[in-house]
């Protein structure tokens, strides 16, 4: 089983040579194009201060809620490199990516664009509301895709109220042609936030291991790809194995652990410039490197005479400081957001448990007493949760408070492990090794436990790491 501490350790211990590799094993940069540029879109009325808006907390189920989404308008056809076909067909494609967005979460029930008539553009700011009523809608998405003369596209984004038959918010964006569905996403984050009052997660990346190749012989690439699945890019070439990567707090930058050479190393890659640093050689079995809040630190695992401890270093490189010192294996660490305490698994009461100390090492408690392994916790970044992967019989996704209480167990898989939490701390993914294949997957469930999904990947895909919103 990938999760259990003592196979990783042998498994850190059996990666084979690869005499013809270099010292750097990365594919082409992924571009980050221009950035995305607010801008200011024409009001359809008085800026509304009412309409619905909720709090959904941890322990409740999410409601269903209405919305219609019809294909985004343009104010006239002209070609675009982001559609063959024009800025109106644009403007559909936008529409069915949030409508795919909102669907996806377990709160919203929208209706996308290929089921509704297809507004004008001057009704983007004039909704006749009698026909979305009588449509049952309660909420009400328009919007606008306008090109301009140097190239790039504006996207104007509206959520209307259809009983208060109101405004509750909109806003614009400024794009390049090939970042039209960061503006969907955009618009997806600024309907999530102001009907829920939560903190938005679509517009974010997702990295993760791809593997190939037959089981007794993977290959293990870096990749990395839109919240949605869309966008994929291989960013290693395979040479080398790859493991366990984690965004940085800033998002500019993925941690990762490499197997150049045969020598597990931790390196730094950045993602504007597709350059990447080397931070640490230990030249011991190294597992599970993990950023510090501030982004200054980085914890990992080593394991020195048959002992695994828990380390930290510079990001910058240097001399490591070792957290944990007791018999057996202590993997992992996960920092609280505030960066005052850090969860990991450790062995050293005979079985595979969740413990929490401070950040300096000190105080460390068992805190999981519920029967079966604690492994791969994972401090929300809320604070008020940590997923761990609960091996019970079989490998499940479950979540507990930082003191080891309230578990739930949030999927049933057989072999589901290595959660990582969305930006906003509500939804959880993970990968799912299906039974006698060995065929993994990534699937993200919401705290409910009751919407589930699996994310496409061109193929199987292990050790996710959900980065922040995107600046």
């Known amino acids: 089983m990938k999760t259990d501490i003592f196979a990783l350790m042998l498994f850190a211990a059996a990666i084979p040579s690869a005499a013809s590799a270099q010292n750097q094993d990365l594919g082409e940069p992924v571009g980050e194009g221009g950035s995305v540029e607010t801008t200011t879109t024409q009001a359809s009325g008085e800026e509304a201060e009412g309409g619905l808006s909720f709090t959904v907390t941890d322990e409740s189920d999410w409601q269903d809620l209405g919305i219609a989404i019809p294909a985004f308008a343009t104010d006239r056809e002209r070609s675009t490199p982001a559609n063959a076909s024009g800025t109106g067909a644009l403007g559909g494609e936008i529409a069915r990516v949030i409508t795919s967005n909102l669907r996806n979460n377990g709160i919203f029930k929208p209706t996308g664009p290929d089921a509704l008539p297809k507004p004008s553009f001057a009704q983007i700011t004039a909704p006749s509301w009698g026909s979305w009523s009588g449509r049952g809608a309660e909420m009400l998405v328009k919007g606008y895709v306008r090109a301009r003369d140097d190239g790039r596209l504006v996207v104007g984004c509206y959520l209307y109220d259809v009983a208060l038959q109101d405004e509750l918010i909109r806003e614009g964006w400024v794009v ?48 990395i790809m839109d919240s949605d699945g869309a966008n994929h890019r291989f960013l290693t070439l395979g040479s080398a194995t790859a493991l366990t990567p984690r965004y940085s707090p800033d998002y500019s930058q993925l941690l990762y652990l490499s197997y150049v050479d045969g020598n597990p190393r931790i390196y730094v890659y950045d993602i504007g410039s597709g350059k990447q640093k080397l931070v640490a050689d230990t030249g011991n079995p190294t597992l599970a490197p993990r950023w510090s809040p501030d982004g200054r630190s980085i914890l990992y695992s080593m394991a020195v005479n048959g002992n695994t401890d828990i380390y930290r270093v510079s990001a910058n490189g240097g001399r490591s400081v070792r957290l944990t010192n007791t018999p057996g294996i202590d993997v992992g660490g996960s920092y609280s957001p505030d960066g005052q305490k850090i969860v990991f698994e450790s062995d050293r009461s005979g079985s595979q448990q969740c413990y929490v100390m401070n950040a300096d090492g000190s105080n460390q408690r068992r805190i999981t007493f519920f029967g079966g392994r604690c492994a791969t916790p994972e401090w929300s970044p809320r604070g008020d949760q940590i997923a761990f992967t609960r091996i019970a019989g079989d490998f499940n996704i479950a979540v507990m408070t930082p003191a080891g209480r309230n578990l739930r167990v949030l999927t049933n898989g057989w072999q589901d492990e290595a959660p990582t939490w969305a930006p906003n701390g509500r939804i959880i993914q993970f990968f799912r090794t299906a039974r006698n294949s060995g065929r993994s997957g990534l699937h993200q469930v919401d705290l409910t436990g009751r919407n589930e999904r699996r994310l496409p990947t061109p193929v199987d895909a292990s050790d996710p790491a959900w980065g922040p919103i995107r600046p």
Do not use: M, N
């Not at 939560?198 to 012989?217: N, Q």
């Open 176 to 223: 390049r042609p090939a970042d039209w569905r960061r503006a969907a996403h955009k618009c997806s984050d600024l309907i999530y936030a102001r009907l829920t009052g939560e903190s938005p997660f679509f517009d974010s990346r997702i990295a993760y291991i791809a593997e190939t190749g037959p089981k007794d012989k993977r290959v293990k690439r870096l990749a």
